[in-house]
């Protein structure tokens, strides 16, 4: 019988897939688009950093399901006037909320390509899994960590910390916890200092040992980790019949960039036979910098959590977990059903599958906005980022201190700077309400994005620079806008 003939098959619009008749036309849309987001990019400084959306846009996206086709065309119309316009605003040069990176241009044009290529990360034989290896281990020796380690790119430092805490686990209960799950009458304990970061409580939930499981352990007044009382928690725990499991450390606190003693950690951790997790979100990388010395013994660690959408410019989402322990991480995630067997030649024979080392079995091509980028500036320009916000957080805060109105309200940690409006005849019961207000009329201005935090019980604004967009004049342009509206914020509160 001959084959049906492919015109009889469905296609509701007459096509055959989903390209363009013409090639032609999709290349200027495409060219179009390219050069509309280069301008973007090239103009970022002098739009607004975040703009309230206006309803009519934000009701704009409460349509149904478009049935029929508008073509590529109408939908890039779309999207420049509905979405880039009101879009987050990190990739601006004054956008310091948080803790992000701005993105680079050479990581936009990784994506670009990384999309159109499509491959699946999960495994098989291909130069894009090497090239994630190949990333893997510069990431490794970028931050002062054995190359040797086992590694995997995912989406956040979220996912890469719950990794680590899910192989602690598996190492320390073995095959069984695969096959039974936890073990009743076990309590298994983590520790971090309080300023840990909130995502290890949802992996302590996740990982079913509760979120009672993770200790808080008291800081000094720099926001690190005192130590002495970390080993008086683990002593109580064991003493209470609980079993101490793992000891996060930070490098670098998200409130205000704090950075463990991690050598004293990795000491402690020794002693006492507990897994020894480093949440590096923020400075897992300043082995690349000339503050490499604050991470001292974080190449000691059993696992390590890094984000390379932070610090390290890297367009968004991308974080990588390395775990010292290859086979530990690996048996705590493999699975080979049939239909993935490993073969000796053809596409599936490749001496890595990154499916065995976590959750995803399908993974995008993250890796090539972090190859991409490593080859096009060199590390060291990445360490150059890490040095010149450090520095730009040093020189605000030295200014914040010369000023009669505004007041420090922490060491600076990284490059985060933590400051309040606090002119001195205020209340200090009205300054939370104050700096609040102010804050948000900071970001409604559009001239700059921070945000605030609870410092020992008060209001303090962050000024996460992490953004290799930054100059100092942009720091100065945020600190007047700031005094500007402290001083109206606290005038009309004056009026009632
Ligand atoms: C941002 C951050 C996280 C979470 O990382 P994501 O990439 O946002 O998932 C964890 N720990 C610290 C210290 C962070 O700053």
């Not at 990019?41 to 086709?69: I, K, N, T, Y």
């Not at 491959?119 to 291909?126: E, I, Q, S, V, W």
């Not at 990154?354 to 500036?377: D, H, K, N």
């Not at 020992?456 to 720091?475: C, E, M, P």
């Amino acid at each position: 019988m001959a084959p049906p003939d492919e015109r009889a098959l469905p296609a509701p619009d007459g096509s055959t897939g989903l390209d363009p008749e013409d090639w032609d036309s999709f290349r200027s849309l495409a060219h179009r688009a390219v050069d509309d987001l280069v301008d973007h990019l090239a103009g970022r400084r002098d739009q607004p950093v975040w703009r309230p959306m206006p309803d009519e846009v934000r009701h704009s996206f409460d349509g149904p399901l478009p049935r029929a086709a508008a073509g590529a065309d109408a939908a890039y119309r779309e999207v420049l006037a509905r979405v880039v316009p009101y879009s987050m605003g990190n990739d601006h040069p004054r956008f310091w909320g948080w803790y992000m990176g701005a993105g680079h241009p050479v990581g936009n044009l990784a994506d670009l390509v990384a999309s159109v290529i499509n491959p699946n990360l999960g495994g098989a034989d291909h130069s894009p899994v090497l090239v994630e290896q190949q990333v893997v281990r510069w990431c490794a020796e970028a931050a002062g960590y054995p190359t040797s380690a086992s590694g995997l790119l995912v989406g956040g430092a979220s996912e890469a910390n719950m990794v680590g805490l899910a192989v602690a686990r598996s190492a320390r209960l073995g095959r069984s916890l695969r096959e039974e799950g936890m073990p009743s009458g076990r309590r298994l304990t983590v520790y971090a200092s309080t300023e840990v970061h909130s995502c290890h409580r949802k992996s302590c939930e996740l990982l079913g040992l509760g979120a009672a499981a993770l200790r808080h352990v008291a800081v000094h007044d720099d926001f690190t980790l005192d130590v002495g009382a970390l080993a008086a928690a683990i002593a109580a725990d064991r003493e209470a019949g609980l079993e101490p499991l793992a000891v996060v450390a930070s490098a670098g606190t998200v409130n205000t960039g704090a950075v463990d003693d991690l050598e004293a950690v990795a000491d402690l951790c020794e002693r006492e036979g507990l897994w020894f997790h480093v949440d590096g979100a923020i400075g897992g990388f300043l082995g690349l910098s000339g503050s490499a010395a604050s991470v001292r013994g974080i190449e000691r660690a059993d696992s390590l959590a890094l984000d390379l959408h932070k610090w390290m410019q890297a367009p968004i989402d991308v974080g990588l977990v390395l775990v010292r322990d290859e086979p530990a991480h690996r048996s705590t995630f493999s699975v080979i059903p049939t239909y993935l067997a490993h073969t000796d030649r053809g596409i599936a024979a490749s001496e890595v599958w990154f499916s065995e080392y976590g959750l995803a079995l399908s993974r995008g091509f993250r890796a090539l906005r972090v190859w991409m980028g490593f080859l096009a500036y060199g590390a060291d320009a990445f360490g150059g980022v890490i040095d010149r916000t450090t520095a730009l957080a040093r020189r605000l805060a030295e200014t914040v201190d010369a000023h009669p109105e505004v007041q420090r309200m922490a060491p600076v940690g990284c490059d985060i700077v933590c400051l309040r409006y606090a002119p001195p005849a205020t209340a200090a019961a009205d300054l939370d309400a104050v700096n609040r207000e102010v804050v948000l009329r900071v970001q409604e201005g559009g001239v700059a994005v921070v945000t605030d935090t609870v410092l020992r019980g008060s209001v303090a604004v962050r000024v996460a620079i992490s953004n290799h967009r930054t100059r100092a004049a942009d720091l100065d342009l945020f600190l007047e806008e700031f005094v500007r509206h402290g001083r109206e914020v606290v005038a009309e509160r004056g009026r009632g």
